[in-house]
């Protein structure tokens, strides 16, 4: 026997996982560095306190108070007329994006998305028995629309998967191409999900329009959305979409029973009603990450422009010692994206000041 006896597929392949590292300077999973106030904490607290009281029943299978909660966050940032019935929640994007693909891939199906893209995404294609295809983008990161519109057309997948704006390069995609996208992917049998990943959308650069704003087009767009990033809740994990009801009502199929738990529900719904203070760091994340890329450029490095809460910087010819040597320092970065370039998060002005002190003696060192 081979024991354990793992699908095939799965034989030898290393669980992922970003290092988590006990280090003074942490700048490598794109979290808010600023945790929420004394304020939320205790709300937050005493919201759990009362479902606590209650844990010996299932929580609401329809975490009904949550959607209306997400909805009405949705219409004050951009998005309009989205109702509770249009939204679904899971343990962050990542479950969401799981769901999805258990319900709209599967075998025969195919999932695209375009290169860089994020890189769990093939990750829950597999795990949904879902062929992962995947264009290129352009040399600056860009979609060249043409031959993307070509690519939905000749392989129809189910799902076309867009972060926007992209992890790990941070660049948002045009309305026009999610448009564009959104009806190559209606004009076959059965048709695509159109998926727009906005775990970043609230980082965007004033003028950057976000896809909510298309969704009364398109039947087929879903907007995702997480509490991860922005909203500085990563440890909750809380994930949510946008899209037509259908869209939930389809998720309800595959979903586990109750798998949104009343804790996560309490603590959810409590930190909705400190969105503003708890989104509050975001204005100062966005002008620490326009000084961040150009302080980067200055050192002569190419830095693609960012709408995230990080910056892709490069091109290095060993971009594992420039990290290591980082490390050593005692600030951890990502090694992600295409060979040569490196990920930074953007931390306090603190942590970005160690960020660029230590860089600066590891390109000393190199040159
Ligand atoms: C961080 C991130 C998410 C958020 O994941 P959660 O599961 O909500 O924490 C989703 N998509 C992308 C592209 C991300 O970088």
């Not at 970003?18 to 003074?24: C, E, G, I, K, W």
């Not at 769990?120 to 995947?134: G, I, K």
């Not at 767009?221 to 997480?226: F, G, I, P, Y």
């Amino acid at each position: 026997m081979t024991f354990p006896p793992l699908r095939e597929e799965l034989r030898g392949i290393e669980p992922y996982g970003a290092p988590q590292l006990d280090v003074p300077v942490q700048l490598n999973v794109n979290e808010n560095p600023y945790g929420p106030s004394p304020e939320a904490a205790a709300d937050i607290a005493r919201a759990v306190g009362r479902a606590a009281a209650s844990l010996n029943r299932y929580p609401d299978r329809e975490f009904t108070e949550l959607r209306e909660g997400l909805a009405a966050y949705l219409n004050s940032s951009g998005g309009h007329g989205i109702t509770p019935e249009m939204v679904w929640a899971a343990n962050g994007s990542n479950e969401v994006m799981l769901q999805l693909l258990q319900a709209f891939g599967g075998p025969g199906r195919c999932a695209l998305s375009f290169a860089p893209t994020y890189s769990m995404y093939p990750e829950y294609a597999r795990d949904a028995m879902t062929e992962w295809v995947v264009g290129r983008r352009e040399e600056d990161f860009s979609l060249d629309l043409d031959a993307a519109r070509k690519l939905v057309l000749e392989r129809r997948p189910t799902i076309v998967l867009l972060p926007s704006p992209n992890n790990p390069t941070g660049t948002a995609l045009p309305p026009e191409a999610v448009s564009a996208l959104c009806e190559a992917a209606a004009s076959y049998e059965p048709g695509g999900l159109v998926v727009v990943d906005e775990a970043y959308g609230e980082f965007r650069r004033a003028g950057t329009p976000s896809a909510l704003e298309l969704l009364p087009r398109h039947r087929n767009l879903v907007v995702t959305r997480t509490m991860s990033k922005a909203f500085a809740l990563a440890g909750a994990r809380l994930g949510y979409l946008a899209a037509d009801p259908a869209i939930g009502d389809a998720i309800r199929v595959v979903r586990l029973p109750y798998h949104l738990s009343a804790v996560t529900q309490a603590t959810a719904v409590a930190a909705l009603r400190h969105a503003p203070e708890l989104l509050g760091r975001v204005e100062d994340l966005r002008v620490e990450r326009d000084l961040t890329v150009a302080w980067l450029r200055d050192q002569g490095l190419e830095v693609p422009d960012s709408d995230s809460n990080f910056a892709l910087f490069g091109r290095f010819p060993d971009r594992h010692a420039v990290w290591q040597r980082l490390l050593d320092r005692g600030v951890l970065i990502r090694e992600t994206g295409p060979q040569g370039w490196l990920r930074v998060s953007i931390g306090t002005p603190e942590e970005m000041t160690a960020f660029r002190h230590a860089l600066t003696d590891v390109m000393k060192e190199q040159a």
